[in-house]
């Protein structure tokens, strides 16, 4: 997939800070490469100061308005994601079973509740992509299917 181009995704950026009613936060984009090949986009959030930094993929596999949407509504969310990591530290040490279930448990909840919201927007202003599990689920498959091809030739 073809980067839309900075210039583009800055425009993409601003309209949905709009949108979203952050149009007072400063929000800088900052492409990157993810040691993590399925990750898309991640935001790193100043809730004190009010800006974030959108880091995005140089190589997306994704539809890129999508992963702005999805990170932007993250900012929104931030008031709940932090309460709910300040619930988690307090469930004990770092590495305890219930400390890894608490962050977990969160996380499970956080990102398909984002996801939803994010896709919601994207088509009440008539944006039609394809989901991100489709596009996970097709590279996987891809993968699995490139990593399989030489083994019936195993005696």
Known sequence: MQSLGREQLE??????QDLLGLSDWTIRLELVNFTRSH?????KVDPVHKSALLLLSRTPFRDEEETIVHELVHVVLWPLDTVAMDLVEVTGPSGSP???FAQSSVF???EP???QLARALLAGR?????PVWD????DAAARVQGGL??????P
Do not use: N, P, Y
């Open 108 to 110: 499970r909840a956080l």
């Open 149 to 154: 091809a030489g083994l019936h030739d195993v």
């Open 113 to 115: 509740v984002t996801e």
């Open 126 to 130: 008539g944006h039609r992509g394809q």
């Open 98 to 100: 219930a400390r890894e």
């Open 11 to 16: 425009h993409l950026i601003r309209q949905w």
């Open 135 to 138: 596009t996970l689920r097709a």
């Open 39 to 43: 990750q898309s986009g991640d935001i």
